[in-house]
């Protein structure tokens, strides 16, 4: 399988008490709670972990778009894609992704990925995503067009990359009479397309679907969800006429090796329930804006979430779920090996600077997974796991 | 036994569902964000005339076409719906997002109308006090700011809400109201044209469309008067519904005179 480095950059100096005051690290949460003078040193460090998974033979390095929250400061992740073709060499540069429904001109996010496929010789995957609830406060873009701006700005963006311009393009929600895209992107036709997602059945279908077969990537969930997906995705494709394979799945997780398992678990804990109960913290109205989801999918997850909301989760609350990959480098090799057996997904995107996480944690733990878990999963077959 | 019929009407394909009871000269009220009640001070209004009361598009069990996106689309609708129902000499009224609706049918067409209220209409923000988030807040907080009298309160949240209307009728208001929130910045150069008497209605407690705007609008207005309320919310129909049908009757009679 292809191993990826995932980074959020997050504001690792949160002052975790805010939550006595605030719901969310999210939107409302004030933003006298980043220094000014943090920044550049986080920038500085984030960057470079990013630069180290390159040397250390990860296959590739993926950033990804968030605004007005500490959860990650990249809310334009293709400044930082654009840093890394210029100190990388080798590994893919994924930006898991740009949220496009947010913007009003998609074409932008054409050109700006077209410049990065060029300025990386190529290396770029592109992921589109809708945005998780909280944007749309950001963005003041209405949730309930979220779907319908989604696949009209994908369809302007693979036109943009495809088709021979100047073309007009006249939708409902983006109109331009002049598409021409200079430069096109060096990958032909187009750069690779993913689609990270927590999973609903009309994303899944339409990223499985023949004409397109996009990498689906399953994002920080229970691991009976992110089986439940890949089975259906397979099955879609089996329904389409065609075998899905591994390559078409991604698997998200946040990952922690240290020398044993009794370390990795002391050094993880507070780092990875930070990021669940802190981080990824907000009210059901804010996570779920009106009309961003189906009335059953909202109502599912209102039901659901009540019973997580009001209690938090714990390291191995997280660990029975399937959320975190921990321990010493045979035990999470021997994690990985059984998962990618059952559940049959080829790229694994590891998340490996966790929440409050300090430097020295981030890059014992990716020095460990690239010497000594790394070799054991890159010939883990890659031949189509049958589905359920 | 219901004090009110219901049924469905159909505008150009759309079908819209009705409540209605009294009789006299026509009242149509346009009910606000949370959806369509059949309230105390629709109760009340019918003594004196025949109330009409739609369900708007896309809440409850109306219908809502596709290409139907903004208010400025539901407002031609309802000049739709006013013909459809072969309405003349109309009272038309509206609540919050329904009073903002009532000022975007008014500046475009008032010839079937006769008298125009508008009960703390959303649609005109004040820049000193902006709106209460009713997309944000937990149907907790949505339902105090609804009431001055927060027993009031209490009492509707002991009752546990039909959650799929509520999501529908959320995602309904979005759907017009998202951006700009719950307002339309032109519309304060259109309300000369509203040339008919015109009541601005408001509870002095209002925590979701504030007070303060009520003078924005009487400004813009050229037939306005201006009511209050005193100790009254947003939730004027539900919380002073006696006051408010007096002041609306004594309005419109005075419109009359």
């Known amino acids: 399988m292809k191993l990826f480095f995932f980074h959020l950059m997050p504001y690792a100096d949160l002052d975790l008490s805010y939550a006595d005051a605030y719901d969310t690290a999210w939107v409302t949460l004030p933003n006298s709670y980043f220094d000014p003078a943090k920044g550049k040193a986080a920038y500085d460090r984030y960057i470079g972990e990013l630069e180290l998974a390159d040397q250390l033979g990860f296959d590739g390095i993926c950033v990804n778009e968030h605004h007005q929250t500490a959860y990650g400061l990249m809310p334009a992740p293709n400044l930082i894609a654009a840093a890394l073709t210029r100190t990388t060499k080798n590994a893919k540069i994924a930006i898991l992704g740009r949220a496009l429904p947010l913007v009003n001109n998609p074409v932008n996010i054409a050109e700006e990925f077209a410049m990065l496929d060029q300025m990386s010789g190529g290396r770029i995957i592109t992921g589109f995503v809708r945005g998780i609830g909280s944007e749309y406060y950001a963005a003041g873009v209405n949730p309930t067009l979220s779907h319908e701006r989604y696949y009209e700005a994908h369809d302007l963006i693979l036109q943009a990359w495809t088709r021979e311009g100047p073309f007009k393009f006249h939708g409902r929600h983006y109109n331009f009479d002049y598409v021409n895209l200079w430069p096109r992107p060096v990958q032909q036709p187009h750069p690779p397309v993913w689609v990270p997602s927590q999973g609903s059945r009309e994303t899944i279908e339409w990223c499985a679907a023949k004409e397109r077969r996009y990498t689906y990537l399953q994002t920080f969930s229970p691991l009976p969800l992110a089986q439940k997906n890949f089975d259906a995705y397979r099955e879609v494709a089996a329904n389409d006429g065609y075998e899905a394979q591994p390559s078409q799945l991604g698997w998200a997780v946040p990952t922690y090796v240290a020398e044993t398992d009794e370390i990795a678990r002391r050094e993880l804990k507070p780092h990875i329930e930070a990021f669940f109960n802190r981080f990824l913290r907000f009210p059901i109205e804010m996570r779920m804006p009106p009309g961003y989801s189906s009335v059953a999918s909202a109502k599912h997850l209102i039901e659901t979430k009540f019973a997580l909301r009001s209690t938090d989760q714990t390291i191995d609350t997280l660990s029975d779920l399937g959320m975190v990959m921990y321990g010493s480098p045979r035990t999470v090799r021997d994690k990985f090996l059984h998962h990618q057996k059952t559940m049959g997904f080829g790229n694994l995107i590891a998340m490996m600077q966790i929440a409050t996480q300090p430097a020295e944690q981030t890059e014992k733990s990716l020095r460990l997974f690239a010497s000594e878990v790394a070799p054991h999963l890159r010939d883990v077959s890659q031949t189509a796991h049958a589905a359920q | ?257």
Request: hydrophobic fraction near 45%; proline fraction near 7%.
């Open chain 2, 1 to 257: 036994m219901s004090d009110f019929t219901e049924e469905p009407v159909d505008v150009r394909g759309t079908t819209l569902s009705v409540q209605q009871a009294g009789a006299g000269e026509p009242l149509l009220f346009l009910h606000g964000a949370g959806g369509r009640n059949w309230t105390a001070l629709h109760k009340k209004l019918a003594e004196s005339y025949r109330v009409i009361a739609p369900e708007h598009p896309g809440f409850g069990r109306s219908q809502i076409p596709e290409w139907m996106l903004s208010m400025a689309d539901l407002s031609l609708f309802y000049l739709d719906f006013i013909e459809r129902l072969g309405l003349e000499g109309v009272h038309l009224a509206g609540h919050s997002l329904g009073g903002w609706l009532t000022a975007e049918i008014a500046t475009r067409n008032t010839s079937r109308l006769k008298t125009v209220s508008l009960l703390a209409p959303a649609g005109v923000a004040a820049p000193e006090e902006p709106f209460g988030d009713i997309f944000l807040w937990t149907p907790e907080q949505a339902t105090r700011a609804q009431f001055f009298d927060q027993s009031l309160a209490e009492k509707r949240l002991a009752v546990a809400p039909d959650l799929d209307l509520l999501l529908q009728n959320k995602a309904a208001t979005a759907r017009l109201a998202w951006n700009p929130r719950l307002a339309n910045p032109q519309l304060p150069y259109w309300l000369h044209r509203i040339d008919k008497p015109t009541l601005v209605l408001w509870g002095r407690q209002d925590r979701i469309v504030p007070f303060a705007c009520q003078p924005h609008w009487l400004k813009g207005l050229p037939h306005a008067q201006a009511a209050t309320l005193d100790e009254c919310g947003h939730a004027i129909h539900n919380e002073k519904p006696d006051a408010a049908a007096e002041r609306m009757t004594s309005f419109i009679k005075g419109a009359k005179a």
